[in-house]
Every structure is written in C-alpha cells, then in structure tokens.
C-alpha cells in the first residue's frame, strides 16, 4: 500500500511539478512545486503589475472627470413655453426694431399702414415724430381726420388735450390725422415726410 501511494505521488509530482518548458532558459526555477521566481524577476513582473494598476486607475479617473464634464446639472428648471411662430417672430422683429434706430425715411400713412422705424425695406410710419419748429411731439389719430375749420390758433391753444382736439376731428376710416402745435396733416396713403417740404417733423426715436 505504501509503495502505491509513493507512485500516486511521483506520478502527480511529475505532472504538475515538473519545470514549465516555455519557461526554461529564461527563468531559473528550482526543484519542488509551486512557481518561485528568481528575485529580478519578481521585481520586474512586480513593477509591470504596478504600472498596470496605476494606468487603470488613472483611466478610471479620466472617465469620471469626462462623466463629470458632460453630465447636465439636476437643476430644476420650468419648461419655457414659447408662443406661436407669427407671434414670437413678430415680437423678435419687434424687439430688433427698438435697438437705438431710427426712421430712415420717415413715412406718414393712413391707420391701415403699420408703425415702427420705417426704413426703405420696412415702410413703417414714425410713431415718435416731433417738430423742430415747435418743439412739440406729434400725436396721430387712427381712422379720423382734421376738420377744414381747423387754424393754426386751434392747435396752439389745445395741443395736446385730446378732449379739446376732439372737437375738429371728423371720423374717416383709413385716414390717420397727424398733428403738433403748429402743424397738422391728414394721411390716407403711405407718404414719404421729405416729400411734404411744409412740415418740420423728424423722427424722434434714439
């Protein structure tokens, strides 16, 4: 039985025990089981592990600082609710329009002609005239226009109480009646100011 259980042994010895022949020439292993390498080896293999632990540990990094970066911040932010395309675009053109311009040219028009800074491509009336003789603001009413009666003494006592100019304003749809202390106008069609050499009117946007 003993000499049985000594040939199992020799038998696993052999083997699992015996030198790994890739390795022969190259590593020095001594006799007996187990995998011992020389001490150079050790080290060698000792400081590839540990570069190898560094790089994963330096690329595990790197993603989470890159995770980081592009992560949208959890703020709690309300849906904007936009508008209709006319609606905002009218607002936008709007809001471009009102940037430190102002008319050129100046247009006059009749209640159907739209106001804003009136350009060569835009042919918006000016809805901020004002006169350099009298130094007054221009008002504009839509849809009236001024009476035959009215004088220059009319405009110069009651400018700019709407309840006294009233009373020489006649109702006209498409007309818009213009006016300032000293003079006054009554527009139907789109009009270039320049074109009206009586009037002292200028665009008075900034």
């Given at each position: 039985m003993a000499e049985e259980l000594d040939d199992l042994l020799d038998e696993v010895e052999s083997k699992f025990c015996s030198p790994d022949p890739l390795r022969l020439g190259i590593v020095e292993r001594p006799t007996g089981c187990g995998t011992i390498f020389s001490s150079e080896q050790n080290r060698t293999e000792a400081k590839k592990n540990l570069r190898s632990t560094e790089t994963f540990k330096k690329e595990d990094?790197?993603?989470?600082?890159?995770n980081e970066i592009f992560e949208e911040p959890n703020f709690d932010k309300k849906p904007i609710k936009l508008?209709?395309?006319?609606s905002s675009n009218t607002s936008v053109r709007a809001s471009i329009q009102?940037?430190?311009k102002s008319c050129s040219p100046v247009y006059l028009g009749g209640s159907a002609a739209p106001c804003g800074i009136g350009t060569n491509t835009s042919q918006r009336t000016c809805d901020h005239l004002r006169c350099i003789a009298c130094d007054f603001l221009v008002v504009s009413y839509d849809d009236f226009?001024?009476?035959?009666?009215?004088?220059?003494l009319f405009f110069r006592n009651n400018m700019p109480e709407y309840h006294k100019l009233k009373?020489?304003?006649?109702?006209?749809?498409?007309?818009r009646a213009y006016a300032c202390q000293c003079s006054w106008r009554t527009i139907e069609e789109l009009t270039d100011l320049q074109?009206?050499?009586?009037?002292?009117?200028?665009?008075g946007k900034h």
């Open positions: 990094d790197l993603d989470n600082i890159i508008n209709s395309k006319s009102g940037l430190g226009m001024w009476d035959k009666s009215c004088d220059y009373t020489k304003l006649v109702k006209k749809k498409g007309t074109t009206i050499h009586q009037l002292r009117w200028v665009c």
